[in-house]
């Protein structure tokens, strides 16, 4: 357990948005969790939230191309859902839609600080997540890398592939960190909250920085 347990419970449906100009007013903090579509980023959300239904889960191509903004109990704090990436049966002309769209929010969005990037323990390093940390060195974001599905793995390869990872960041100059997280066993939820209460600057909220245009 976390003293901010109760405020990542609260998280509630804000709305959908396809593209940055339709997202929240931007102002306040919000964290972003991104990854591939079986990498497990909705299963995450709701393990996260303690909420079974909050992120919702879809095999279907294409029902899931949008932006999905949660709310929380604390002013201007948010959890976004990009998108999940690597449909293969999505057609090529949506796929350049989505990305712009999701280059237009992170290179863009002034209230995002930081990324949460999901990977697939036995999969990690894809051609996606490369791509995201790439742009996060270019855009001096900060990400924290979320190896679910850990309880598929021993502890020991498990922990390998964490510091694997982990060199990998430190190698491409990252500003970030990395951890194991199974919605399955619970491992991991405790340091996820823990980070994005961090970020979210839930232990002082005189901190959180305001939109000059807001």
Known sequence: MTPFDSTFQSAHFIKSAEKLSQCPLDQGVEVAFAGRSNAGKSTALNTLTN??????????????QLINCFGLNVDDRRLIDLPGYGFAKVPIAMK?????HMQDYLMNRRSLAGVVLVMDIRHPLKEFDEMMLDWAKSNRMKVHVLLTKSDKLKRGPAKS???AVQRVIKTLGVDGSVQTFSSLSGDGVDELRTKL???LVLDNLEDIPVSPNA
């Open 96 to 100: 350049k839609v989505w990305q712009a």
């Open 197 to 199: 209460a961090e970020w």
């Open 161 to 163: 592939t964490m510091l």
């Open 51 to 64: 909420q079974r239904k909050l992120a919702r889960t879809s095999k279907t191509p294409g029902r899931t």
